[in-house]
């Protein structure tokens, strides 16, 4: 896939998550960690600018993904210590939550991969077999942006789904000390 494509991708795959982030209102996670799923989802394919490094290889498997969520999950938990940053979000932890969207974001693009003849050795280095669902190639102009339109339609239902699964929660809440009328 090309760009379009797998930012679609990722957008459909990340949609869950920031409708869940929304309904519990927390819009700066939900916005925080859209924004980082798009960032990181074209990172398997800085493999185009390593030597020695074929495309679609070592960056395109499981191992990768492990690699690149265990590296945000330190890197997040040092600097938020360092900050004194415990924020958590939702019911996860700063470094967890972002172990989590690295993660998301990298199988998206294997996901979006997938989709092509060319697939990907996920499994590698356990084995080098190419895994594909072979529906389309990787540069049809159709698939790309279709898949794109379908991550921004996602996106759109999930921020109004969760928007409007806070404010229910908000008014079925009671609050604390109101009055309803004239004391």
């Known amino acids: 896939m090309f760009r379009h494509g797998h930012y679609g991708v990722a957008l459909v795959l990340y949609a869950p998550v920031g409708c869940a982030l929304l309904a519990l209102g927390d819009p700066?996670?939900?916005?925080?960690?859209?924004?980082?799923?798009?960032?990181?989802?074209?990172?398997?394919?800085?493999?185009?600018?390593?030597?020695?490094?074929?495309?679609?290889?070592?960056?395109?498997?499981?191992?990768?993904?492990?690699?690149?969520?265990?590296?945000?999950?330190a890197v997040t938990g040092g600097v938020a210590e360092t900050?004194?940053?415990a924020r958590p979000v939702g019911p996860l932890s700063l470094p967890t939550f972002a172990a989590g969207i690295a993660a998301l974001a990298l199988l998206a693009h294997l996901a979006a991969d997938l989709l092509t003849p060319m697939g990907?050795?996920?499994?590698?280095?356990?084995?080098?077999?190419?895994?594909?669902?072979?529906?389309?190639?990787?540069?049809?102009?159709?698939w790309n942006y279709g898949l794109f339109a379908l991550g921004v339609f996602a996106t759109a239902v999930a921020a109004s789904l969760g928007a409007a699964l806070f404010a229910n929660d908000l008014a079925a809440t009671p609050?604390?000390?109101?009055?309803?009328g004239p004391a």
């Open 175 to 180: 609050l604390v000390g109101a009055s309803l």
């Open 83 to 85: 900050a004194g940053i």
């Open 120 to 142: 990907v050795a996920v499994l590698w280095p356990a084995t080098g077999h190419r895994y594909t669902a072979s529906v389309t190639t990787a540069d049809s102009t159709a």
């Open 28 to 73: 700066t996670a939900a916005l925080a960690g859209g924004a980082g799923a798009l960032w990181l989802t074209m990172l398997p394919d800085w493999d185009t600018w390593l030597p020695l490094v074929s495309h679609r290889g070592p960056t395109h498997t499981l191992p990768f993904v492990a690699l690149v969520a265990g590296l945000a999950w």
